[in-house]
Structure formats: structure tokens, C-alpha cells
């Protein structure tokens, strides 16, 4: 799974019995990628995330473990994700905000 938004925006959803990972860019655009649906076979799935002057949110079920491994300049790199005490399945996230931002989340803020 990827995609590239570039002065646009994608979404991307997915509804696998076994995500793997994948790759998404947004350079002064915006891409929603929705998990929710998805699920991991393996113990973990990686996402490599790159923002420039745009953003990223990811969304995953609430039975994944997110450990994000971000690097944010001029911008954020966010885990608002709140994983269930027996989370089994991890997805790594990795990446870059440069003057722009990532987001990875599970419910709605409040």
C-alpha cells in the first residue's frame, strides 16, 4: 500500500486479513490512510511517513500498538493512539515531518 499526494490529497483505506506495511508522502497535500479495517498476521507491519508542508493521518484499529519512531522539524510527529491492554499486533511507523505534520490516531479527539 502507498500513495503520494502532491499540492493535493489521497485517502487510502484497507480491509486485508494481513497488512504488511507500506509508504506515503504528502508534499504540501494531505493523505488519510484508514487501517481500521485491516489486520496484521505476522507480529508487526511497518509504514514509512513522509510530510513537507502537508499531512499525514493514519488511522488503526484499537487492538494494534503503535510505536512511532518519528522525526519531527518544524512540525509533529503524533501518536494519539490509545492501544487495548492486550494488543497483540504492532505496527512501526517511521518517518519524517519536515515544516508539516503526522498524525496517528484510533478515536476522534475531544
Known amino acids: 500500500m502507498s500513495g503520494l499526494a502532491l499540492m ?3 485517502s487510502r483505506k484497507s480491509t486485508t486479513d494481513d497488512f504488511r506495511g507500506g509508504e506515503f508522502a504528502a508534499v504540501m497535500g494531505g493523505v ?7 489486520s ?6 511497518r509504514i514509512e ?3 513537507f508542508w502537508g499531512g499525514i493521518e493514519i488511522w488503526v484499529p484499537p487492538d494494534w500498538q503503535v510505536i512511532s519512531k518519528g522525526i519531527a522539524f ?3 510527529f503524533e ?3 490509545r492501544s487495548e491492554p492486550n494488543a497483540s ?3 512501526v511507523v517511521n518517518g519524517l ?9 484510533n478515536r476522534e479527539k475531544k
Open 89 to 91: 499486533k504492532r505496527l
Open 97 to 105: 515531518a519536515l515544516m508539516g505534520g503526522v498524525e496517528i490516531k
Open 74 to 76: 518544524l512540525g509533529a
Open 32 to 38: 488519510e490512510v484508514d487501517l481500521r479495517g485491516a
Open 40 to 45: 496484521i498476521q505476522g507480529d508487526e507491519a
Open 49 to 51: 511517513a513522509f510530510a
Open 8 to 10: 493535493g490529497g489521497l
Open 79 to 81: 501518536d494519539n493512539s
